[in-house]
């Protein structure tokens, strides 16, 4: 799919619109780590307040490869990661939307993420699933035969990439807390 980037406004253009907007405003990052069911991927949180006393602030959250694919992502992830949910943000109080709620740094990180994986043939949505994500499914399976079942029910042959690995997961940590409910 293509995208016309003049139709996205990118993050700095958002940030001086709300500060031109919200002088005593105020832009805060935190860093949450890896995603639980997918630890090649890390998350963050952006809130922004438009007065120092506001009780309301809006959110925007991401997610980023931890290892950039290029010499350009690679060592600059936690920039790109609080980019991204500073951006989504501002988008939320409105700023910078009449195109969409993306920013072009959004887009151009998707974008990258579907590019060849230079690890693996095809695109990184077709890249295996990680040792880490099969020690996970490992821990948490029930059975072989769930497993079995599971990639079944899906039509998957083969080896399973990663996001049939973060499906597999997060279908096995719900049966977990059904039994556990039940």
Do not use: C
């Not at 805060?28 to 007065?51: C, K, N, S």
């Not at 949505?125 to 599971?150: F, G, H, N």
């Not at 079944?152 to 556990?180: C, H, M, P, V």
Request: charged content about 25%; cysteine-free.
């Amino acid at each position: 799919m293509s995208f016309n980037m003049n139709d996205y406004i990118d993050v700095k253009t958002r940030i001086a619109l709300f500060y031109a907007k919200y002088p005593e405003g105020s832009i805060q990052f935190q860093f949450m780590g890896t995603l639980d069911h997918d630890p090649e991927m890390i998350w963050g949180i952006a809130h922004v307040y438009r007065t120092p006393d506001d009780r309301q602030p809006a959110t925007g959250t991401a997610q980023e490869l931890a290892k950039g694919k290029t010499n350009f992502t690679r060592g600059s992830e936690l920039q790109n990661l609080e980019t991204s949910a500073v951006g989504r943000a501002l988008g939320m109080l409105g700023i910078g939307i009449d195109k969409g709620l993306a920013t072009s740094d959004e887009i151009e990180a998707a974008q990258e993420r579907q590019r060849p994986n230079p690890v693996y043939k095809g695109t990184v949505t077709s890249a295996l699933a990680s040792e880490k994500q099969l020690e996970t499914i490992t821990k948490l399976m029930p059975s072989a035969q769930y497993v079995s079942d599971w990639k079944a029910e899906r039509n998957i042959t083969g080896k399973i990439n990663k996001a049939e690995a973060s499906d597999l997961i997060a279908d096995l940590l719900n049966l977990k807390a059904q039994n556990k409910d039940g």
